[in-house]
């Protein structure tokens, strides 16, 4: 086991030099129920990130924070050196974070062409979106021949391309995937997990939260564990997958 790139936390997590994205001391509250306790997380750039821990332990609201769609109450979200929690959601979408959210929220009455270049709406670079759109269909065989199949009747698993390929159509630098995986087979979850591994080998920087820890954790860099609203751990991911105490905790059969 790596100790040395294994950190238990008090929220008080290593700092990273020049971090393409930073939370720092951030509190969340939905009214009165408090669901983050100064978190502190970085994603450097060319990173896989992955963010653990049980069911409503906060990590959606964590995505949400990132994306503008939830404020916190107290801290800072830093993208490039630049606080963006303030934001809107489009302006921090034109900055360069691209999401896959929960549950994918692919348009179901648009086909899979218009899904994909809803992708790009807020690009002005014409000729650049045709370029990527032609890269989506060569990086997508199975979308390419749905084209004008409405997305809400593509099968789970090809709707997870599809969440994937319309968040890499804005062409962002941080991609944020909350549970790229939830209810896919065996065999997509692996092609879903390979395809993140090779979107990050082209340059793309993700930030994950998976419940298919172990898998997550193999393509991974690094990763933090949230526990009722605190990051308990952090750490290089092998680290973390040879950590008996996560193991129990977080990465045992049927436990996310
Ligand atoms: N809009 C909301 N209003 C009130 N409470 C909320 C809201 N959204 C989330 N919560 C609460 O905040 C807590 C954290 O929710 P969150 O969705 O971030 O958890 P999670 O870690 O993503 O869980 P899961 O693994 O089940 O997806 C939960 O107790 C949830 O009920
Ligand atoms: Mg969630």
């Not at 450097?44 to 653990?52: M, Q, T």
């Not at 990527?132 to 409405?150: G, N, S, T, V």
Request: aromatic share 4%; glycine share 10%; proline share 4%.
């Amino acid at each position: 086991m790596n100790t040395a790139s294994l950190a238990r936390t008090n929220g008080q997590n290593a700092a990273s030099t020049n971090p393409l994205l930073e939370l720092k001391d951030i509190d969340t509250a939905y009214g009165p129920i408090q669901v983050h306790f100064g978190v502190n997380l970085h994603v450097n750039a060319g990173e896989i990130v992955c963010l653990l821990g049980g069911n409503a332990s906060g990590k959606s609201t964590t995505m949400k924070i990132i994306l503008g769609l939830v404020r916190p109450r107290a801290g800072a979200v830093r993208f490039d050196g630049r606080v963006i929690n303030g934001l809107t959601t489009p302006q921090i979408v034109r900055l360069g974070i691209g999401s896959v959210p929960e549950s994918r929220r692919i348009f179901a009455q648009m086909t899979v062409r218009e899904n994909l270049l809803m992708g790009a709406y807020h690009r002005r670079d014409r000729h650049a979106v045709a370029e990527d759109y032609e890269r989506m269909l060569a990086l997508f065989p199975r979308l390419k021949e749905r084209l004008q199949q409405r997305g809400g009747t593509l099968s789970g698993g090809e709707q997870q391309m599809l969440a994937i390929g319309r968040a890499l159509m804005g062409r962002p630098r941080l991609i944020c995937m909350d549970e790229p995986t939830m209810g896919l087979s065996p065999l997509y979850v692996d092609r879903v997990l390979a395809l993140i591994q090779q979107i990050n080998t082209q340059g793309y920087t993700i930030f994950m939260v998976e419940q298919n820890a172990n898998l997550a954790l193999q393509i991974a860099h690094r990763g933090y564990v949230l526990q009722n609203g605190r990051i308990v751990m952090e750490g290089q991911a092998d680290a973390l997958l040879n950590d008996p105490e996560i193991q129990d905790a977080y990465l045992g059969e049927g436990v996310s």
